[in-house]
């Protein structure tokens, strides 16, 4: 190998190394789409699917789909679903009826005309 040829090895290396360097720090924590974006199973054995109980006493059961955008809302698993979409991952989840947001562990549920329920991540149920 002549100079010139290590020469160009060794500035593409140093071209490497700064540009895995250049990645920003994260700023947060994670936002639930980030952390379901890409769900393959949890305990319910649904890929995605996560339950909460709620403050009405009752279960909510939560599917991720389209990496952590949509989510689908139900009171049991053979209910069927309200679909919620958000534009971009940490904002508010909207359907046609209702909407969502996440703030850690809780999911709090508003629709026009009825109070809204608030609802935590269960561990099982």
Known sequence: M??????????????LVLAG???EPRKGPPTEQEIHAADTAV????????????????????????QGLTV???????APAVVLTA???GLQYV???ES?????????IEA?????????KATSL
């Open 112 to 120: 026009p005309g009825k109070r809204p329920v608030l609802c935590e």
């Open 2 to 15: 002549t100079m010139h040829h290590l020469g160009l090895g060794f500035g593409m290396g140093i071209v």
């Open 72 to 78: 689908e809302l139900r009171r049991d698993a053979n």
């Open 95 to 97: 359907g046609d009826a």
């Open 87 to 89: 534009p971009l991952q």
């Open 100 to 108: 969502a947001t996440f703030s850690g562990n809780q999911i709090k």
């Open 21 to 23: 360097c250049s990645e």
């Open 43 to 66: 305990t319910s054995r649904t890929p995605g699917r996560h339950p909460y109980r709620c403050d009405d006493n009752q279960t909510l059961l939560v599917d991720f789909k389209d």
